[in-house]
């Protein structure tokens, strides 16, 4: 089975800084997908960036970009000039390929707070 | 973009009673659903999946007969919690998608308590 694992349970940024979020994982599969979700206090769960595994270029959207590591099996996501509404949970993810497959295994989350 | 709607936000019940969680995909067609459980602090926990017309598929541990799924349309998931007791308080999020290679798109979440 897959694990999702994220080490840092907080994290803190001045605003306009920037900061990254760790995130590790576990599979056996050479193919996958894997996903960072923000929740904020709404809790609204809110795709920031997925990455597809067979890619080798790094995604990005906008001010968010991922290092995408598939030989150490690390994802980590990158906020760029942080602003006051990137404070929320985030959630990296993992999903297997194939048809019918697509539960998506979360880490445990990590709180980002921004200090103005 | 595409919207998904659950309805309630939030609700409470008393111990024995049963609650039903609606789930809509508002601008798609949703062939599939998944009901995640989210406790506090905590990341969200897979509970089941639900296709349409079919039977829903349960995650190891979590009583079919307690949670119940039906997918009825394309559009619309429901989960009804059933004789609730207090330790089935949580947060409840239902996510959808049209297509196998499209993303997930999250409800709000319902709270549920039970007192």
């Known amino acids: 089975a897959q694990t999702v694992t994220q080490s840092q349970p907080e994290m803190s940024v001045q605003e306009a800084e920037t900061v990254t979020l760790s995130c590790t994982y576990d599979?056996?599969?050479?193919?996958?997908?894997l996903f960072w979700y923000k929740q904020p206090p709404s809790r609204q769960m809110i795709l920031v960036i997925r990455?597809?595994?067979?890619?080798?270029q790094n995604a990005t959207e906008n001010r968010f970009s991922v290092n995408f590591q598939k030989a150490a099996k690390s994802f980590s996501l990158k906020i760029s000039d942080s602003q006051l509404g990137d404070a929320a949970m985030y959630f990296c993810?993992?999903?297997?390929?194939?048809?019918?497959?697509?539960?998506?295994?979360f880490g445990k989350g990590t709180k980002l707070s921004v200090i103005p | 973009g595409a919207v998904v709607s659950q309805h309630p936000s939030r609700v409470i019940c008393k111990s024995g009673t049963s609650v039903k969680i609606e789930c809509r995909s508002l601008?798609?067609?949703?062939?599939?659903m998944f009901w995640y459980r989210q406790f506090p602090k905590q990341s969200l926990m897979l509970m089941a999946t639900?296709?349409?017309?079919?039977?829903?598929?349960?995650e190891q541990g979590v009583e079919k007969d307690k949670f119940l799924i039906n997918h009825a349309s394309l559009t619309l998931s429901t989960l009804t919690v059933t004789s609730a007791h207090p330790e089935d308080s949580s947060f409840y999020i239902c996510?959808?998608?049209?297509?196998?290679?499209?993303?997930?798109?999250f409800g709000n979440g319902t709270r549920l308590t039970v007192t």
């Open positions: 996510s959808a998608r049209s297509r196998e290679d499209s993303p997930l798109h």
């Open positions: 599979t056996s599969e050479s193919d996958y997908y």
């Open positions: 990455q597809e595994a067979y890619k080798q």
């Open positions: 993810a993992y999903r297997s390929p194939g048809a019918g497959s697509y539960q998506l295994t």
């Open positions: 601008d798609f067609q949703a062939t599939t």
């Open positions: 639900s296709n349409e017309g079919s039977k829903a598929t349960y």
